[in-house]
């Protein structure tokens, strides 16, 4: 194996490792904008400039396969001028709109400005115009002044999704990122190519102007769109989440996720929730009532499912592990339950795969689900078995999906669990197709719980409670709590 | 002192045609070729010291031999994009000798086994396209190319492609990927074309000149070659000569002749009334020499790279004491801006800088700042990209303001032309 020294540090790196990748190693900063790790070189920024002993001319880093012996410097006189002069080329025609941009905070230009650059402009000629806020399809924006052409998007769409959309036409400063004429950028995968812009050319529609990026936070996860499990970022603040990113994980989804993983997070915020119990009152006639306290709420219905006689569980494959333990223990192994009724979303394209990310079983944990099962030894009915016994209930459990675009068949659904007696209704979000339900109780969200998903492989990824949104809001694992307090059943 | 090696029969119309390029010893050449081993020609080409002739002035026997050793298919391309201001000599090759092209590209695949070649024409080359085809067509018909070329059991095909327009094609690996069906732009090294180039093939890329050359070698042998020219530079090379002088054209002359000879002698003396000012030897790219610089050079790669200069593709530049140097460092960099393809930012960025600070200058809104910040944009685009074309841009901007600085601080201060007065470039032709 290879040895070189970068800076005076020395490492030993496989054959064929770049001097990028040996400097990353040893957590030597070197600039770069073209140079990405889940993409082809382009070489084409000439920000990772290094100086190489015994080599007259300056080398680009990403290009730059280490040999044994090599000597590499990356922070003196001559690679720092060379780089600020890198930068000050990318700035000299670069809008400079920060205040009204919304990479700003997160921007490779300003970062390496303050690293690398911290000069006197003197570019005092007309800037060259481009055209501003260009709609490349449906989910991404381009402003083709702030681009600084590194080809990251062309190379994404090229190399990973594989759709072609975007080129650089042109040439010289005039060059221009587009996509070619009635093939606007609708891939499944096209908010990547937001992701990986270093600068503020291409921006995420949905993302646009609702947050500056200073006053959010974020925290990593587990995408709950799929059984894929892709890792990802939650960026949130005291509103709520904003949006999604993906984390890198070379196992399970590489640097990229699909493009339904970006909209996970709508379901959390406040406007799509339920916010507090929902009892349906027969001594109302039927009115609802909101609010009660979920403990409370949790006593009652713990008082009438002792005295339950037939009672079947509905389960959907969008909860944790943990919680179908806690169900599974209780349910099955003190209340001795044996109606489990397992709900899939789209039967026909559950197995379907699109080559990259996208699985048609749009649960994060059907894998969980299936080993929480066989380990309590029970038989997971199908939905659509529920209907033959359903008035034979006098209680249903249902655990009800989390991410209610991904199960068309809601409403359908629900007209069949309303023929048993009394349904509980376990859910995150708000459905008009609950309101008959004798009782709706408000659950977490995957982002404000702590848990783990297995994925289509079987790995088990842990995800975090990294916002409060629904402060009322409890777990499977919570429930099972409150009903064991009230029914005096200790587990 | 013009030695006429390769361009000896150029004025007979005949030369032309397969039946006359015959008659005057054509395709003797490519017999004695296919009587030797491959691996024997291209030492002959080493031995004779042939130097590229599109502008680095490479080892053509050298280049010729990094090909791996192994049987994938590999390609023979030869460069005719010749876009290089000032200079016009392969148009001339193509014009009046095809066939001396053809037998060279014939002999140079044989020695490197490749048995399929392009030859790739800048599109604005109308005549030499249609002359070019039309000798491949005779060719084909006589059985000189195609399966089985003459009984020696090799095989090679040959074709001509158009280009479509731009400077950056002349760069080896931009030619590759132009030909390939992309976008004309240079691709990185490594790997170099003879490793990976043309469609991910062993490749290499030569120069009409280059190519024409060889055919005389493998005739007359390296030594007899190497008798013109001096020692690191041997041979003779044509020069495209233009600017204020009494026979502006196309001469061979042996490399390493004084220019001060070459200009009195071959290109007839300045025009009357026309004083030399400076001197760009080898096409636009190439740094410009000053009047006393220019007349103790010698024609030769060794002695161009000691002033700092280049011999580049031969296209010799005469300035005249009439022409304004910053009208004409404008003019270069309208052209640089042009034609940089936009892949790497220091030549995107730095090419369109650097024309919009002489459009200033000659618009009268320049500054005496203006002058050093040329020099410092320049400074930092040599050497920093994929490709030459952004040391291309910057040379002649270091060299024209630092050898000619008065011309342009007096454009700064006055907002007038030193030499021209008030009328520019800019104004006559807009």
Known sequence: MPKLTINGQSIEVPQGTTVIQAAKELNIPIAHYCYHEGLSIAGACRMCLVEVEKNPKLQIACNLPVTDGMVVYTDNPRVKDAVKWSLDFHLINHPLDCPICDQAGECKLQDYYMDYGLYTPEMDQRKVKKNKAVSLGDRVVLDQERCILCSRCVRFTKEVSKTHELGIFNRGDRSIIATFEDRPLNNNYSVNTVDICPVGALTSKDFRFKQRVWFLKDFDTICNGCSTGCNVKVSYNANGVFRVRPKVNKEVNGHWMCDFGRDIYKHTNKEYRLEAVVEKREDLSGATVKGKPVALALQEIGKNLKQAKNIALVLTAQYTVEEYEAFLNFFVGKLKVSSIYYWKNNETSFDSFDGLLIRGDKNPNTQGLLKAAQKHNVKLLPVTEFDKSASSFDFCILAAPENQAVYPDITEKCQMFKKSNEVVCITSCYNDSYNGFKWQIPAKSFVEKDGTFVNFKGVAQKIKAGVKIIPTSVSLEEVVYGLTESMGVSI | ?430
């Open chain 2, 1 to 430: 002192m013009e030695t006429k090696l390769l361009t000896q029969h150029y004025d007979k119309p005949e030369y032309q045609s397969l039946k006359g390029y015959q008659k005057l010893g054509g395709y003797e050449a490519l017999k004695k070729a296919f009587s030797m081993k491959p691996q024997d020609i291209i030492t002959e080409v080493k031995n004779a010291g042939l130097r590229g002739r599109g502008g680095a002035g490479f080892s053509t026997g050298m280049k010729w031999s990094f090909l791996p050793n192994n049987n994938e298919p590999r390609y023979l391309l030869c460069n005719a994009d010749e876009g290089e201001p000032g200079t016009f000599k392969d148009r001339v090759m193509m014009e009046r000798a095809p066939h001396q092209l053809i037998e060279g590209m014939i002999i140079s695949a044989f020695a490197i086994n490749s048995k399929k070649s392009y030859i790739y024409i800048r599109g604005e080359y109308m005549a030499p396209i249609k002359i070019v085809e039309k000798a491949i067509r005779e060719v084909y018909d006589a059985g000189l190319l195609g399966k089985n070329i003459l009984g020696s059991g090799f095989d090679h095909d040959m074709d001509v492609y158009r280009g479509a327009g731009a400077y950056i094609v002349g760069e080896e690996t931009g030619l590759i990927s132009s030909l390939e069906g992309k976008k004309g732009q240079p691709k990185l090294k490594p790997p170099f074309p003879a490793v990976q180039g043309y469609l991910k093939k062993p490749t290499i890329v030569n120069n009409v000149e280059t190519l024409a050359t060889v055919p005389w070698i493998i005739t007359n042998g390296a030594s007899e070659y190497k008798k013109y020219g001096t020692e690191k530079s041997p041979g003779t090379k044509l020069f495209s000569v233009s600017g204020n002088i009494n026979k502006p054209g196309v001469y061979e002359v042996p490399l390493g002749i004084p220019f001060k000879d070459f200009l009195q002698n071959e290109c007839g003396g300045m025009k009357p009334g026309y004083e030399l000012k400076a001197l760009i030897p080898g096409g636009s790219s190439c740094p410009v020499l000053t009047r006393d610089e220019a007349l103790k050079s010698t024609m030769d790669y060794e002695c161009m790279s000691q002033l700092g200069s280049m011999l580049g593709s031969g296209g010799v530049i005469i300035i005249d004491d009439k022409q304004c140097m910053v009208d004409l460092l404008n003019i270069l960099m309208n052209f640089y801006h042009h034609e940089s393809c936009g892949q790497c930012t220091p030549c995107r960025e730095g090419t369109g800088w650097m024309n919009k600070i002489t459009t200033s200058l000659l618009t009268k809104n320049g500054k005496l700042e203006d002058i050093s910040l040329l020099h410092k944009i320049a400074s930092h685009m040599l050497g920093t990209t994929i490709c030459a074309l952004s040391d291309a841009a910057a040379m002649p901007v270091m060299s024209f303001v630092t050898k000619f600085r008065d011309e342009f601080e007096y454009y700064a201060k006055e907002k007038r032309s030193k030499v021209k007065g008030d009328v520019h470039y800019a104004q006559a032709h807009h």
